[in-house]
């Protein structure tokens, strides 16, 4: 029972890990999104009525991507229920990441609003403590899993390459982020 238990914990851990990592890669591709599309007015018109709002009214502004998605996650679910597996998984994985992109735009706008409401603090200081939290439960996991991938990259005559061109394409990513 005590293994199934800690089996428990260390999924629920890697679950939450793998929606902050979600959430930290999204906002800055939202974000570019955003200024790659001719709504640099529609940006600035969100951000000044954000401003405007009081803090319990940016709080529910988070409501609204999740009422929004709510009609597509219940396609998602007839496409189960008519077994067309492929289109559902796809369809709640595109619903999952415009969610989470969105609400990641959203804070990013209104977090200091957020963080005048007490409750949302602590909501917010507990969040972060949990997130730290999964990186020391799963942190034996992912050495193990770094090293294994770097044994592997050795074995295959892979590592410097492979690192050259993964540094060539972060640099690559970050330029085309500045730009625009």
Avoid: N
């Avoid at 940016?58 to 996650?73: D, I, M, N, Q, Y």
Wanted: contains cysteine; proline residues 4%; hydrophobic residues 65%.
């Amino acid at each position: 029972m005590r293994r199934l238990l800690k089996l428990f914990w260390f999924v629920l851990a890697v679950l939450f890990l793998v929606e902050a990592w979600l959430w930290d890669r999204l906002a800055p591709v939202i974000a570019a999104i955003v200024r790659l599309l001719p709504w640099v007015a529609w940006k600035a018109t969100v951000a000044a009525a954000v401003e405007r709002l009081p803090p319990l009214a940016a709080a529910a502004l988070f409501a609204v991507p999740a009422g929004l998605l709510l009609p597509v996650k219940f396609l998602a679910l007839w496409l189960f229920a008519q077994e067309h597996w492929i289109s559902a998984v796809a369809l709640l994985v595109l619903a999952k990441i415009l969610g989470l992109g969105v609400t990641a735009f959203l804070f990013d706008l209104c977090r200091d609003k957020l963080l005048l409401l007490p409750w949302f603090a602590w909501v917010y200081v507990r969040v972060l403590a949990l997130r730290d939290w999964a990186h020391r439960e799963t942190e034996p996991a992912r050495r193990a899993i770094r090293a294994a991938a770097a044994g592997m990259r050795r074995r295959l005559g892979l590592d410097g390459r492979l690192r050259r061109r993964l540094v060539l394409l972060r640099l690559r990513a970050r330029r085309f982020g500045r730009a625009t």
